[in-house]
């Protein structure tokens, strides 16, 4: 099973929007209790059990994606990542310091490491950045190799940066071995099993929290396994394609909804301080509608440069030379400009 545009554009995003969906739920009332709301019981309950599965599979499906964006000429390579990538980065996390008080002050590096929310975006931005420079080892060595440093370093930013390192270069070992994946995406046999363990550690996860530990990641393969085969299984199907949208527009969805969550909750707080579990379903259909809203416009100036680095060479490219001679100028054909548009 060869890594085609269609497939992206189904499987794959179905994945992604699922994850996503996850992330946004679990937002939705984790963030009025980052402010002093108490969650319930069984909330964190359902956190933590799903835990081990909607980072890492996120890390996962866009570590799938990396052999084809290194098959590109270097400098394409890092120009779109830095892009698409470290723009958007750059972009929300100066809003999201702005917006909250992390202590540190807005100039400061340490401001700019692993903003908040964003780590996820700044942890891909890292693996992007060394992939190259990894891409003539065998596909095994460098996911093997940040596992076993997430086993061994100490608690902090680097075993966080190493255990999702795992998930990352594991997507792009399963991308670079077609035989492989088409065996996650096609045989029941491999599924179920997998399915199993990963529902089991989930309810052990439950009572018993295990955020980002190298131990677990077993269990969460597990889980992506499981996932990979079932989004097979349904990715023709109408009805996933809301699902398919949020995983086509997942960079959207991720750095938009935290500042629209928080926003949504200040301002309804005071009304629903006191019934945490509807203003979770308010603030989830909130960031949902909103960033949906985003993802619509998101091909329009201004909006585009909240997602996309402005591509100042090609806008240069556009602006008419002045003329040499009292002859009136030809108008030229209108046509749409390249590189404007997010794929």
Known sequence: MQLTTDQRMHWMDILRGFAMILVLAWHAPAIPALLGAELPDWLLAANDALLPYRMPTLMFVSGLLLPAALRKPTGRYYWGKLQLVVWPYLVWSALHILQSDSGEPFFHWRSWIATGYLWFIFFIACYYLVAPLLARLPPWIVPAAALAAALVLPDGLAVRMTYFAFFFFAGAAVSRSPRLLGLIGSTWWVALPAGVVAVGFGVVSAFERHQFEAWTAPFSLCG????????????????????????????VFYVAHFPIVLGAWLL???ALSDSI???????????????????????????????????????????????????????????????????
């Open 277 to 343: 579990a509807v203003a979770s379903v308010l603030l989830f259909v909130i960031a949902i509608a909103a960033c949906s809203a985003l993802a619509v416009v998101q091909r329009y100036r201004p909006v585009i440069w909240l997602f996309r680095a402005p591509d100042v060479p090609a806008m240069l490219r556009r602006i008419p030379p002045r003329r040499t001679s009292a002859a009136p100028a030809r108008p030229a054909p209108e046509r749409v400009p390249e590189g404007d548009l997010l794929p």
């Open 268 to 270: 309804v707080r005071g």
């Open 224 to 251: 992506i396994v499981a996932a990979i085969y079932c989004a097979r299984r349904i990715e023709h199907r109408r009805w996933t394609r809301p699902l398919r949208f949020v995983g086509r527009n997942s960079l």
